[in-house]
């Protein structure tokens, strides 16, 4: 539960946590009338300029403690990094205020995301209250910036509910019961899909028992301005199909819907922003479980665009999926630039760890915004090197037009985004993330990202299409 509120001496039962950097910092917190021995040794630890957390107990106030976090702002760490490491060793109940904008958004940013966790299914919850004290200057920024905070918890809660709980058509239902301001929904259930002859994606999906959706989120401002086009894949659960996944990777394969409430809660993020240009988002709802007519390897399928593709492994079914909507979206819409983002391989993370995100192909305007949004901001990414040898590497296959794994070429990003480029209909601007380390942090929570899911991209991608053409 979060509040606002500009007293605070309202508040009760609660930890108060005060983040600042210079002696006249204290000032903020007069009303509190600390003792002047409590004073005497904050002024000390500033002086002494050193990243510190100073605790009290007020014994006579509504508070339970109070935590001084004294940040030098000369110091190794980012303020982000410090705050990551004292904000998750505190209590639950926090109240928290800072001596300025910028850093009180940076201390709710990590009280808010650092902090979660995911308790659905637990008997025993944790009943945690946030206070947020703010003032007639930053309400609307703070309160902005929560908003955003709530659409990144929205979809860390839904990738972690199981998919025995969230299907497609359980998505579907929460997709129309949504009410957004200026995004149009559409939605095409399986019959539909098949009728538009998207035949690769048919084939990934089509032996499930529970039927299959896509939904196309459309943000049309002015049909003069440019569009762009912005696709996810999304998998309740990720068998591998015939070519079946080990026993040890299993349990991981409800990952591949995370996807789906990245792409959402980007969208609900943008239909509260003030953009310039128009933005078409794309989600393809499945459920992938092993049958005995699934498609095999050595299939050849005919895509939307009428290429064929050699199917070499069964698990490369992504690539399958996004191929179609590609070139669908190419033919119906008028696009500016096109957008994919997915986890379709681990290799990323073998260069990158957990902590970038790969962007490539030939989009160099947007590829560069990305490039500079890096350098001051949570979200980081590296361009991968990108040129048509790993084009013609994906059209090595003697049967078909195309091959949807090459195993000869172990360079796996770029071959998957090289794949993907051959369903583009009017050579309209591509870009492509692999973000496979960033989304999914199997590994240790840093910072903002918990382990799991992360929401790496909401805050980039909606920045960025903000900036857009103004």
């Known amino acids: 539960m979060v509040k606002f509120t500009n007293k605070i001496l309202d508040i009760k039962d609660s930890n108060l946590v005060f983040l600042l950097e210079k002696k006249d910092d204290i000032k903020l917190i007069a009303e509190l009338k600390l003792d002047e021995k409590i004073i005497s040794n904050i002024n000390e630890t500033i002086n ?71 308790e659905r299914y637990r008997t025993e919850k944790n009943n945690d209250e946030i206070n947020i004290i703010i003032n007639d200057n930053n309400k609307i920024l703070l309160k902005n910036r929560l908003e955003t905070i709530e659409n990144i918890i929205f979809a860390r809660d839904l990738w972690e509910t199981p998919s025995s709980d969230l299907y497609p058509e359980v998505f579907v239902k929460l997709v129309k019961n949504t009410k957004f301001k200026k995004v149009k929904v559409k939605i095409f259930n399986s019959k539909q899909v098949e009728k538009k002859w998207l035949q690769l994606l048919h084939n990934v999906w089509k032996w499930s028992s ?39 990777s299993m349990y991981e394969m409800k990952w591949d819907m995370c996807w789906a409430w990245t792409v959402f809660a980007t969208m609900k993020e943008l239909d ?60 119906n819409y008028k696009l500016n630039k096109i957008i994919t983002i997915a986890t379709l391989t681990w290799a990323v993370m073998w260069a990158l760890w957990f902590r970038y995100a790969w ?59 090289a794949f993907l480029s051959n369903f583009i209909l009017n050579n309209e601007p591509y870009t492509h993330l692999d973000i496979a380390g960033t989304a999914i942090n199997t590994y240790e929570p840093y910072w903002l990202f918990n382990k799991w899911m992360t929401w790496f991209w909401v805050d980039s991608l909606s920045s960025i299409l903000s900036d857009l053409n103004k």
């Open 210 to 248: 529970k039927g299959p959706f896509m939904i196309i989120l459309e943000r049309i401002i002015n049909k003069d301005l440019p569009t762009i086009w912005i696709v996810w894949k999304w998998i309740t659960f990720d068998t591998w199909w015939i070519q079946v996944k080990p026993e040890n």
């Open 48 to 118: 002494a300029e050193k990243n510190c957390v100073l605790t009290y107990f007020l014994w006579e106030k509504n508070y339970k403690n109070l935590y001084i976090i004294f940040y030098h702002n000369q110091s190794n760490k980012t303020l982000i990094e410090y705050l990551w490491t004292e904000i998750t060793k505190l209590p639950w109940k926090l109240t928290i205020f800072a001596n300025n904008d910028n850093n009180m958004l940076s201390l709710l940013n990590t009280t808010m995301l650092s902090r979660y966790k995911f």
């Open 272 to 331: 509260n922003k003030k953009i310039n240009v128009n933005i078409i988002a794309c989600l393809v709802l499945a459920e992938n479980h092993i049958s005995w007519n699934s498609y095999k390897p050595s299939d050849i399928i005919t895509s939307y665009s009428g290429k064929t593709v050699d199917i070499i492994h069964t698990d490369a079914e992504w690539r399958l999926v996004l191929a179609d909507w590609i070139s669908y979206i190419s033919k």
């Open 359 to 417: 962007i490539m192909w030939n989009d160099k305007e947007l590829i560069s915004k990305f490039i500079d949004y890096s350098k001051d901001n949570f979200e980081k990414y590296v361009e991968l090197p990108f040129d048509n040898y790993f084009i013609e590497k994906t059209q090595s296959s003697k049967v078909a037009d195309l091959e949807n794994l090459n195993r000869a070429v172990y360079a796996w990003a770029s071959m998957w985004a």
